[in-house]
């Protein structure tokens, strides 16, 4: 593509709308365009955000030629066409995740993009805060290790939320038809792991999942508690929930280095990292203060490798697909209670 600013359309008005927006426009690009479910609330949010051309489908948008960039923010249920009908049209995407409602959709989709050679990229965003792009540094350099000291053995955390621990709380990931079965591992679990393989170099090879609710009458899960084994040796736990009570986003490391602890320390600066003796970093607790800064270097590089750029660090659809399958996995671990292998 040509080195001058490229032209964004926005598929969906809600929330992620508005952070794509913002970090395309950062990164020094256009928003040109918007749709959405209907066209008062592309309206609406084209308003809201200052896009000045709207249309009346995700079909129209993609099809446009004012459109260089297609940025799909609509619930699960839409990602596989509309990203399948961006790269048949030959534009870059930007497809939220998770990336699929299935692994086998998002493993046809990451080889059609393979096969039409679009550039992709989806949102792990927590990849691009300060204290992660730090962790990734000096947590890498252990992933080989073959000293006792210097390995990982144990690789725990969570991730907690509690948007919806009101009884009469709800959102569209809630029904499985729009996000699919799984949805606290699903949107938020997948963050966890991602950056937790991201920074380690550790890759989860077996696990064991148990989904809870606090409500009965929710179709999919609350509460995720995953126990795994990684390819380098180490075992750990995440627990990721929606109906924690008192945890806004609160995103939480605690690794074990032989005797040397990489803890999380809730509270304090976001985005944060220190290199003490012991322990040598501590994640600071995920706070929206750094969300849309860390969403707009992510977007940077995902603008930069449409250009042609590489970006080694770029989540794309690989990671997209990796996700799916831990997320298929946790799905049959938690339906069997049996330890499960991803694909």
Not at 23 to 29: D, L
Not at 39 to 66: C, H, K, P, T
Not at 84 to 101: N, Y
Request: hydrophobic letters at 45%; charged letters at 20%; proline letters at 5%.
């Amino acid at each position: 593509m040509p080195n001058k600013p490229l032209r964004a359309g926005i598929i969906g008005a809600g929330a992620m709308a508005h952070a794509h927006t913002t970090a395309v426009r950062a990164a020094g690009h256009e928003v040109v365009a918007i749709s959405s479910s209907s066209a008062s609330s592309a309206s609406r949010a084209a308003q809201n955000l200052g896009i000045a051309l709207v249309f009346a489908s995700a079909s129209e948008l993609i099809a446009a030629d004012i459109v260089d960039v297609v940025h799909v923010c609509t619930p699960n249920r839409f990602h596989l066409e509309q990203s399948e009908a961006a790269i048949l049209a030959g534009k870059p995407v930007v497809c939220e995740k998770p990336l699929s409602m299935t692994l086998a959709e998002a493993a046809r989709m990451l080889s059609l993009a393979k096969s039409h050679e679009i550039a992709t990229s989806v949102p792990f965003i927590y990849r691009y805060f300060e204290a992660a792009t730090r962790m990734h540094a000096q947590l890498r350099a252990l992933a080989h290790d073959s000293s006792a000291a210097g390995r990982l053995t144990r690789l725990d955390g969570a991730y907690l939320q509690d948007w919806l621990l009101a009884p009469g709380s709800t959102n569209w990931r809630v029904d499985p038809a729009l996000g699919g079965e799984s949805r606290v591992f699903a949107d938020i679990g997948i963050h966890w792991c991602d950056l937790m393989e991201f920074v380690t170099g550790h890759r989860i090879t077996r696990l064991h999942a148990r989904f809870s609710n606090l409500y009965a009458d929710r179709p999919t899960e609350d509460t995720a508690e995953v126990d795994f084994e990684t390819d380098l040796g180490a075992t750990g736990r995440v627990v990721v929930s929606q109906v924690a009570a008192g945890h806004q986003n609160s995103l939480e490391f605690s690794f074990q280095a032989g005797e040397t602890g990489f803890a999380a320390a809730p509270g304090g600066n976001p985005g944060e990292a220190t290199a003490p003796t012991n322990p040598p970093i501590a994640w600071k607790q995920a706070d929206s203060n750094d969300y849309q800064p860390a969403f707009n270097r992510f977007m940077a590089d995902a603008y930069a490798s449409f250009g042609g750029e590489v970006k080694p660090n770029l989540p794309t659809f690989e990671d997209g697909r990796r996700a799916a399958s831990l997320i298929d996995a946790v799905v049959r671990s938690a339906r069997t209670g049996e330890w499960v292998t991803p694909n």
